[in-house]
T-cell receptor, first 111, second 112 residues
Framework: NAGVTQTPKFQVLKTGQSMTLQCAQD?????MYWYRQDPGMGLRLIYY???????DKGEVPNGYNVSRLNKREFSLRLESAAPSQTSVYFC??????????FGPGTRLLVL | GDSVTQMEGPVTLSEEAFLTINCTYT??????LFWYVQYPGEGLQLLLK?????DKGSNKGFEATYRKETTSFHLEKGSVQVSDSAVYFC???????????FGTGTRLTIIP
């Protein structure tokens, strides 16, 4: 039982490059989330998905797109990376008991 | 809208000291309240939670009581250990809302 997994663990991009962050869960949870974590700002919600086939914007969606491919997978895409997107990205799910389960994070550096 | 305010860090304590990390909230409904902990290099994990007024959540020696009259959910531990060094996040989930609102986090360092 792996819980929530994220790939890659670490990535360096140049400004303007694109990439997709992958997230998968094996807990059969309906809701999935993408957050970014920056020093002094806590966690900020980028996008979330309440169920397969639905996605909604969070607090900071600009510059990102998401795809809920199926119940297990929720990917985050940066079409044209900017230095302001340097951050640590966390994927999470929500259990029926309102507990969020987080992946280990992806550390992204945009030069 | 909903918001969570927690005490600024960093907090540095000696081993076996008493810990309090303050957390207050603003919510429109009747929220559930949470404390999450993040150890170095890891994602967040649930530490404890309380779903209604006067409930006390507890885990690993940590406690927090849901105080509706003061809109607070302060985290306490009677005797901290070096292994408690981490970042602690207070959060709320408002009734019917699947999104959690997090505080900015408090970094705790325990020195031997």
């Amino acid at each position: 039982n792996a819980g929530v997994t994220q790939t890659p663990k670490f990535q360096v991009l140049k400004t303007g490059q694109s990439m997709t962050l992958q997230c998968a869960q094996d807990m059969n949870h309906n809701s999935m989330y993408w957050y970014r974590q920056d020093p002094g700002m806590g966690l900020r919600l980028i996008y979330y998905s309440a169920s397969e086939g639905t996605t909604d914007k969070g607090e900071v969606p600009n510059g990102y797109n998401v795809s809920r491919l199926n119940k297990r997978e929720f990917s985050l895409r940066l079409e044209s990376a900017a230095p302001s997107q340097t951050s640590v990205y966390f994927c999470a799910t929500l259990s029926p008991a309102e507990t969020q389960y987080f992946g280990p994070g992806t550390r992204l550096l945009v030069l | 809208g909903d918001s969570v305010t927690q005490m600024e860090g960093p907090v540095t304590l000696s081993e076996e000291a008493f810990l309090t990390i303050n957390c207050t909230y603003t919510a429109t409904g009747y929220p559930s309240l949470f404390w999450y902990v993040q150890y170095p290099g890891e994602g967040l994990q649930l530490l404890l939670k309380a779903t209604k007024a006067d409930d006390k959540g507890s885990n690993k020696g940590f406690e927090a009581t849901y105080r509706k009259e003061t809109t607070s959910f302060h985290l306490e531990k009677g005797s901290v250990q070096v292994s408690d060094s981490a970042v602690y996040f207070c959060a709320l989930s408002d009734s019917g809302n699947e999104k959690l609102t997090f505080g900015t986090g408090t970094r705790l360092t325990i020195i031997p």
